[in-house]
C-alpha cells in the first residue's frame, strides 16, 4: 500500500467514525427549555409592562411668559394653566416654512406680551396675543444669500431678544422694535438655542464649542472646546444653567458642566451607549437638552439613551433605554419624553424604570410596500392637567399623565414645526407652512 492510499484510507475511515458520532447525536432527544427566545445583542425594541399610576401634579398657574427653553428651573412653568380642550383662535404668517434644504428649528418664545419666532431662514418675527404682527427683522448677514443656512433659536429676558442663526451669527435686538443691539459672529453655525442668565449669553455653536457671551454688548467672556462629532442633528441643545454651574451639551454626546460665571471646568460626563439594530443610532448627538430639576440633570440622546445625572458631582445616577428627541418634562418625580422610537414615554425620576410608554404615528403615508417621511414628534409640555405632543401629522395630541392613554386630539394645519409653549392660558405652535397658531 503506497503513502497515498493509506493516506486516503485513514481518512475515509476517520470519516465514518465522525458520521457514526452524528448520527448517534441525533437519535438523542432534543431538549427544549420553556420561556421567551430572546436576542442577547437585540434591544431595538424596549418592551414596557404599561402601568396607570396616580401622580400628584402641582397646582395649574396662568404664567404670563415663557421666556427660554425648559431646561433651566425657574424660568420653565412647571405646570401652565390650559383649557382642557383648547380651539383654534387664530394663525399668522410668520415667514418662510419648512422646505427641502430648510427647516424651522426654533421654539417659540414669550415675553413682555409677545410671541417671538423664527421661520426657516433668518427672519424674526414679534407677534401680539391677538394674532397681529408688530415686527419683523431680517438677520440674513450681508456676505450669504438666502437658503444658504437655516436653523436658531430664541431666548428673551429683560426686554432682549437673543436671536442665534445657522448662518453662524448670535443676535441681540430690542424686544419691543426689533432694533439691533448688537451682533457676535460664532465662527460655526449657531442653529441651537440660546440660554441667557445674570448677564451671560450660553450657546452651543459647531456642535462642539460651548460659548459665553455678555448680554450687554455681545463680547466673548469665554468658551469651552468639545469633541467634534461628523454627524449631528440640525439645532444644538440649549444649555441649562444653575446658580453655579453652565451645563453644556455637545454632538458627540458629551456633557460639560462650567462654573458658569468664569467657565472653569467641574466635571464631564456623557450619555453612553446605542441602540443596537439601528443606523440612526449612529448619530450620538444630544437630542433631549440638558433639563435641571432638584439637584439632578436629565438628558438624552438620538441613540435610545436618557440618563439621569447628580448635579454637584456629574455621576450617572440612572440610564433609562429611551432615547430623548426633544427635552424631556421634569416633574413631580417623573420624567415625560418622545423617545426615538416615536413613543411618549412616562419614567420614575427615581430609577429610570417606564411607568407606561405609548405608541405615537410613525409614518405621514404608510402603505404594504411604500412608507412616507418618518412623523415628527415635539415637546413633550405639561399644561393644563395633560402632557401635549405637537406632530407634524397635522395633530396636537393631549394625553393623560396618569396613564398615558390619548384624551383627544386638535387639528394643526400644515402639521407642527416646533414643541408647543404655554402662556396666558394660550398654546403656542409654528407649523411647517410657517405659521403661528393659538389655541385657547
Not at 459647531?206 to 455678555?214: E, F
Not at 422610537?341 to 411604500?370: C, E, N
Request: proline content about 5%.
Amino acid at each position: 500500500m503506497t503513502a497515498v492510499t493509506s493516506f486516503w484510507s485513514a481518512r475515509g475511515i476517520l470519516t465514518g467514525t465522525a458520521l457514526a458520532l452524528v448520527l448517534s447525536a441525533c437519535a438523542e432527544p432534543e431538549v427544549i427549555l420553556r420561556g421567551e427566545r430572546l436576542d442577547l445583542r437585540d434591544d431595538s425594541v424596549t418592551v414596557v409592562s404599561n402601568e396607570t399610576r396616580a401622580i400628584a401634579l402641582p397646582a395649574t398657574r396662568n404664567n404670563a411668559s415663557w421666556p427660554q427653553g425648559p431646561g433651566v428651573e425657574g424660568l420653565r412653568p412647571t405646570h401652565p394653566a390650559l383649557a382642557a380642550a383648547p380651539r383654534a383662535i387664530w394663525a399668522t404668517s410668520i415667514g418662510d416654512g419648512d422646505s427641502r434644504r430648510q427647516r424651522i428649528t426654533a421654539t417659540p418664545v414669550v415675553g413682555d406680551g409677545r410671541i417671538y419666532t423664527l421661520d426657516s431662514g433668518a427672519k424674526v418675527s414679534a407677534v401680539s396675543p391677538t394674532g397681529a404682527l408688530q415686527w419683523q427683522s431680517e438677520l440674513l448677514p450681508a456676505s450669504d444669500s438666502s437658503g444658504q443656512a437655516t436653523g436658531g433659536g430664541l431666548a428673551y429676558d429683560g426686554g432682549v431678544l437673543y436671536v442665534s442663526s445657522g448662518y453662524g451669527v448670535l443676535t441681540a435686538l430690542d424686544a419691543a422694535s426689533g432694533a439691533t443691539i448688537w451682533r457676535q459672529e460664532l465662527e460655526a453655525t449657531g442653529s441651537g438655542q440660546p440660554t441667557v442668565r445674570d448677564g451671560l449669553v450660553y450657546l452651543v455653536a459647531g456642535d462642539d464649542t460651548g460659548w459665553a457671551v455678555h448680554a450687554k454688548d455681545g463680547r466673548i467672556a469665554w468658551q469651552v472646546q468639545a469633541t467634534p462629532s461628523p454627524s449631528n442633528i440640525l439645532g444644538a441643545p440649549a444649555p441649562a444653567v444653575t446658580s453655579d454651574l453652565a451645563i453644556f451639551a455637545f454632538g458627540s454626546g458629551d456633557l460639560t458642566a462650567t462654573f458658569r460665571k468664569g467657565g472653569l471646568r467641574r466635571w464631564n460626563a456623557s450619555v453612553a451607549g446605542k441602540r443596537i439594530g439601528r443606523t440612526i443610532s449612529r448619530i450620538s448627538d444630544v437630542t433631549g437638552a440638558p433639563v435641571v430639576s432638584g439637584n439632578r440633570m436629565y438628558v438624552g440622546n438620538q441613540s435610545g439613551r436618557t440618563a439621569a445625572f447628580d448635579l454637584g458631582s456629574g455621576d450617572r445616577l440612572w440610564t433609562a433605554p429611551h432615547g430623548a428627541v426633544d427635552p424631556v418634562w421634569a416633574v413631580s418625580g417623573n420624567v415625560f419624553l418622545i423617545s426615538d422610537l416615536g413613543q411618549l414615554v412616562r419614567l420614575d425620576a427615581d430609577s429610570g424604570a417606564a411607568v407606561w410608554a405609548t405608541d405615537l404615528p410613525g409614518y405621514l403615508k404608510d402603505k404594504p410596500r411604500k412608507r412616507g417621511a418618518v412623523v415628527a414628534h415635539h415637546g413633550p409640555v405639561l399644561a393644563g392637567g395633560q402632557v401635549v405632543v405637537a406632530s407634524n401629522d397635522g395633530l396636537l395630541r393631549f394625553f393623560s399623565p396618569e396613564s398615558g392613554a390619548l384624551l383627544r386630539s386638535v387639528a394643526v394645519p400644515g402639521g407642527a414645526s416646533t414643541a408647543p409653549v404655554v402662556a396666558n392660558g394660550t398654546l403656542y405652535v409654528v407649523s411647517t407652512k410657517g405659521q403661528l397658531h393659538a389655541f385657547r
